[in-house]
């Protein structure tokens, strides 16, 4: 499965049912397997199960046959065995003993019945493509009370909700009273665990799986592995150091502003849970706790690609000195335009291939720029020189792969090339770097194209020593428009980036923001269920800049000013959205409307 954060925002349905917890929540599970679960925007049945329930072993088939009734790229059940005195070994047990064909995730430190508060087993959760908590109580009405089974059943609650929120409308039931057995695994469920201490086997082990071996594996980005319990026990103190105070793992955007794919944001609760862990003496606890080491696709993970674009050449990445920033060039071989489905980007030297940005060019402009530069590829810090005619997208140490949906695709003409705007750290020894790219190409027919806004302003002249320089723009929607991601982009001055956008009627959709702009950890972040914003939308971007003496990333000595360009020292402030339409018009309405605000925007400035 792929690796994503399980990250759903579940909110009550207002006005319907006024459950205690109205915030959104976060979190992430592994399943029994070890694999990371997580929504993927499908409508997802959450139910806990306990080992030794009568009513959870029943509860078995009849999940079963809704696992198979349902369609599962739209729907998916999951089990959850929350309890601290059942070790996952047990719990793989007991779902190889009443044959459970759905995925049972395993909470091992109580944070998914935390957060949901689970009164009964069996209990059902079932949360709607948006985030939002539509249904909570029975399966069915198999049973009056405990030890009282009705011989015939006749509402089926869990699966009546799922067949609402599959077709559009409203649950007609968003609340019932579960039969069972009292859940109790957790002390009055919210409180802390009955075990005298957090073990790396049962909780620590199950959140470097999900958020750290990706990178921190052998081979890999990361400096040291932590794959097993000496790995990460001699690093213990470091581990709680860094995630106390989130510089790892790396993941810039603010928790509920906009809800992206493949969050890496450690949840407050694992963050207390490593502290705890690190403060306990790191202690290894019992192996039948411990999750199946993760397994990494040693093919392409999206199976076999219609082609793979590599570098033309290797490049030797130095031993030490600073990071480099350089884009290599080439062609891609196709007999007719087409369109992108999905990609996924393989860095030759893991190690040090910090990201990879891969935009596409139909001018030869990028050709030329190659020409030019002696070595292999040409020096590319900020844009890629020149004005791409698209884009594949952006790869990250941790980032997944990802199909589009069918029917939307990325334009790719006949005749582009790739162009892999590569960002290298050296790491103590030398290396050549060759990365390559699959490319999967649309099979069906493209009615919605994949497109990008370029929001953002020329107009930079930050004074040296100026600590708070701010830089604003904006544009209105000339049509509705299918958000489906988002990419901001400032150099090594930017300190902050926010961006709104506000509807018709004044409600206001936040898109991102990130408090401490990083050049080194700029991503590409996809939205984890497209934003919907109708004509008439206004978008907002406010950027803050930091040319003083106190940012540590100032690239000057002493501080100097620093306009807009593409080299390190200089500055750009840029946003780019994307979003897909079924109407290529409206691809050339907002285009219009994108130049016309910065045109708009300049004449407003100049005196």
Same mark, same amino acid.
């Given at each position: 499965?792929?690796?994503?954060?399980?990250?759903?925002?579940?909110?009550?349905?207002?006005?319907?049912?006024?459950?205690?917890?109205?915030?959104?929540?976060?979190?992430?599970?592994?399943?029994?397997?070890?694999?990371?679960?997580?929504?993927?925007?499908?409508?997802?049945?959450?139910?806990?199960?306990?080992?030794?329930?009568?009513?959870?072993?029943?509860?078995?088939?009849?999940?079963?046959?809704?696992?198979?009734?349902? &369609?599962?790229?739209?729907?998916?059940? /999951?089990?959850?065995?929350?309890?601290?005195?059942?070790?996952?070994?047990?719990?793989?047990?007991?779902?190889?003993?009443?044959?459970?064909?759905?995925?049972?995730?395993?909470?091992?430190?109580?944070?998914?019945?935390?957060?949901?508060?689970?009164?009964?087993?069996?209990?059902?959760?079932?949360?709607?493509?948006?985030?939002?908590?539509?249904?909570?109580?029975? =399966?069915?009405?198999?049973?009056?009370?405990?030890?009282?089974?009705?011989?015939?059943?006749?509402?089926?609650?869990?699966?009546?909700?799922?067949?609402?929120?599959?077709?559009?409308?409203?649950?007609?039931?968003?609340?019932?009273?579960?039969?069972?057995?009292?859940?109790?695994?957790?002390?009055?469920?919210?409180?802390?665990?009955?075990?005298?201490?957090?073990?790396?086997?049962?909780?620590?082990?199950?959140?470097?799986?999900?958020?750290?071996?990706?990178?921190?594996?052998?081979?890999?980005?990361?400096?040291?592995?932590?794959?097993?319990?000496?790995?990460?026990?001699?690093?213990?103190?470091?581990?709680?150091?860094?995630?106390? &105070?989130?510089?790892?793992?790396?993941?810039?955007?603010?928790?509920?502003?906009?809800?992206?794919?493949?969050?890496?944001?450690?949840?407050?609760?694992?963050?207390?849970? =490593?502290?705890?862990?690190?403060?306990?003496?790191?202690?290894?606890?019992?192996?039948?706790?411990?999750?199946?080491?993760?397994?990494?696709?040693?093919?392409?993970?999206?199976?076999?690609?219609?082609?793979?674009?590599?570098?033309?050449?290797?490049?030797? /990445?130095?031993?030490?000195?600073?990071?480099?920033?350089?884009?290599?060039?080439?062609?891609?071989?196709?007999?007719?335009?087409?369109?992108?489905?999905?990609?996924?980007?393989?860095?030759?030297?893991?190690? /040090?291939?910090?990201?990879?940005?891969?935009?596409?060019? #139909?001018?030869?402009?990028?050709?030329?720029?190659?020409?030019?530069?002696?070595?292999?590829?040409?020096?590319?810090?900020?844009?890629?020189?020149?004005?791409?005619?698209?884009?594949?997208?952006?790869?990250?140490?941790?980032?997944?792969?990802?199909?589009?949906?069918?029917?939307?695709?990325?334009?790719?003409?006949?005749?582009?090339?790739? /162009?892999?705007?590569?960002?290298?750290?050296?790491?103590?020894?030398?290396?050549?770097?060759?990365?390559?790219?699959?490319?999967?190409?649309?099979?069906?027919?493209?009615?919605?194209?994949?497109?990008?806004?370029?929001?953002? #302003?020329?107009?930079?002249?930050?004074?040296?020593?100026?600590?708070?320089?701010?830089?604003?723009?904006?544009?209105?929607?000339?049509? &509705?428009?299918? =958000? #489906?991601?988002?990419?901001?982009?400032?150099?090594?001055?930017?300190?902050?980036?926010?961006?709104?956008?506000?509807?018709?009627?004044?409600? =206001?959709?936040?898109?991102?923001?990130?408090?401490?702009?990083?050049?080194?950890?700029?991503?590409?972040?996809?939205?984890?269920?497209?934003?919907?914003?109708?004509?008439?939308?206004?978008?907002?971007?406010?950027?803050?800049?930091?040319?003083?003496?106190?940012?540590?990333?100032?690239?000057?000595?002493?501080?100097?000013?620093?306009?807009?360009?593409?080299?390190?020292?200089?500055?750009?402030?840029?946003?780019?959205?994307?979003?897909?339409?079924?109407?290529?018009?409206?691809?050339?309405?907002?285009?219009?409307?994108?130049?016309?605000?910065?045109?708009?925007?300049?004449?407003?400035?100049?005196?």
């Amino acid at each position: 499965m792929h690796r994503r954060r399980f990250a759903l925002a579940l909110v009550c349905l207002l006005c319907s049912v006024n459950w205690a917890q109205a915030d959104p929540v976060s979190f992430r599970a592994t399943d029994l397997d070890g694999s990371i679960f997580t929504s993927d925007g499908r409508v997802t049945a959450v139910v806990f199960l306990g080992t030794e329930c009568p009513i959870s072993r029943r509860a078995v088939p009849t999940l079963n046959e809704q696992r198979a009734k349902f &369609d599962p790229n739209l729907v998916q059940i /999951v089990g959850v065995i929350s309890d601290p005195t059942v070790t996952r070994k047990a719990a793989v047990q007991f779902r190889d003993e009443y044959k459970a064909t759905f995925t049972i995730l395993f909470d091992a430190s109580g944070t998914l019945a935390r957060q949901l508060k689970p009164k009964t087993l069996p209990e059902a959760f079932v949360i709607a493509r948006t985030g939002q908590i539509a249904y909570r109580g029975r =399966i069915d009405d198999g049973f009056v009370a405990p030890a009282s089974p009705r011989t015939v059943v006749s509402h089926h609650e869990l699966a009546d909700a799922i067949d609402d929120l599959v077709a559009g409308r409203a649950v007609r039931a968003p609340e019932t009273k579960a039969v069972g057995c009292i859940f109790e695994a957790w002390d009055k469920h919210v409180g802390a665990t009955t075990r005298q201490s957090v073990t790396y086997s049962r909780d620590i082990a199950p959140i470097l799986n999900a958020s750290c071996v990706q990178c921190h594996r052998e081979g890999d980005v990361a400096p040291f592995p932590l794959a097993s319990y000496e790995d990460a026990a001699k690093r213990a103190k470091f581990i709680a150091s860094v995630t106390a &105070d989130r510089s790892m793992p790396p993941w810039k955007a603010e928790p509920n502003f906009g809800h992206f794919q493949d969050e890496r944001r450690l949840s407050d609760d694992e963050i207390r849970l =490593i502290g705890e862990w690190t403060a306990a003496g790191a202690p290894e606890g019992n192996r039948d706790d411990l999750p199946p080491p993760r397994k990494f696709a040693s093919g392409w993970a999206l199976g076999e690609p219609d082609l793979v674009v590599r570098m033309p050449e290797p490049f030797t /990445v130095p031993a030490d000195g600073r990071d480099v920033y350089r884009a290599f060039v080439a062609p891609v071989d196709i007999p007719a335009d087409s369109y992108v489905a999905g990609f996924e980007f393989r860095p030759d030297a893991a190690s /040090v291939v910090h990201h990879c940005i891969m935009y596409l060019d #139909t001018t030869g402009r990028a050709r030329q720029l190659d020409a030019d530069d002696p070595k292999p590829g040409y020096v590319s810090f900020g844009g890629p020189g020149f004005l791409p005619s698209g884009a594949l997208g952006g790869w990250a140490p941790g980032a997944a792969p990802h199909r589009l949906p069918d029917g939307v695709g990325k334009p790719l003409e006949k005749g582009s090339d790739l /162009v892999f705007q590569m960002h290298y750290h050296p790491d103590g020894r030398e290396h050549a770097d060759r990365s390559s790219v699959a490319i999967y190409l649309a099979k069906k027919p493209v009615t919605q194209v994949v497109a990008m806004i370029p929001l953002g #302003t020329r107009d930079i002249d930050i004074p040296a020593g100026e600590s708070n320089y701010v830089r604003e723009a904006s544009m209105t929607l000339p049509c &509705d428009a299918t =958000i #489906t991601g988002i990419t901001p982009h400032m150099h090594l001055l930017g300190r902050e980036m926010k961006v709104t956008a506000t509807k018709t009627d004044g409600a =206001i959709v936040p898109m991102i923001w990130i408090k401490d702009w990083d050049f080194r950890w700029q991503d590409q972040y996809a939205y984890a269920e497209p934003i919907m914003l109708p004509k008439g939308t206004r978008i907002d971007l406010r950027a803050v800049y930091d040319n003083s003496v106190d940012n540590p990333r100032q690239p000057n000595d002493p501080p100097k000013r620093v306009r807009r360009g593409e080299q390190t020292t200089d500055e750009m402030c840029l946003c780019f959205i994307q979003y897909q339409t079924g109407d290529r018009n409206d691809i050339r309405l907002i285009r219009r409307a994108a130049v016309g605000a910065r045109i708009q925007q300049a004449l407003e400035r100049t005196p």
